[in-house]
């Protein structure tokens, strides 16, 4: 079994930053690509950052600039810093990781969510 938790949501003021991070546990072999979603209310989760284990990434167009996804492959865990916070990124975050099992088996799991809400 494999678990995602998410820790670092809450609430900031525009302009303020935000540190997420989320940690892959369980009988695990590898964690291949780990990334960002969120979803707000009203609207169809999307994407927000990806990374893969050898580093790359790739982020929305609208988080460009302002947020960086890293992660730690010893600690099987993802970051996602977030800087000049905005009202329109209150949303719910989701972890989501491609994760290879003890078994040999690559399924796609995603963590419970951690709230932001950015004040104006």
């Known amino acids: 079994q494999v678990q995602l938790v998410e820790f670092g949501g809450g609430l900031v003021q525009a302009g303020g930053s935000l540190k997420l991070s989320c940690a892959a546990s369980?009988?695990?072999?590898?964690?291949?690509?780990m990334g960002w979603y969120r979803q707000a209310p009203g609207k169809q989760r999307e994407l927000v950052a990806v990374?893969?284990?050898?580093?790359?990434?790739n982020y929305a167009d609208s988080v460009k600039g302002r947020f960086t996804i890293s992660r730690d492959n010893a600690k099987n865990t993802v970051y996602l810093q977030m800087n000049s916070l905005k009202p329109e990124d209150t949303a719910v975050y989701y972890c989501?990781?491609?994760?290879?099992?003890?078994?040999?088996?690559?399924?796609?799991?995603w963590g419970q969510g951690t709230q932001v809400t950015v004040s104006s």
């Open positions: 989501n990781a491609d994760v290879r099992s003890s078994s040999m088996r690559l399924l796609n799991y």
């Open positions: 369980g009988s695990i072999f590898s964690v291949d690509t």
């Open positions: 990374i893969i284990k050898g580093g790359s990434t």
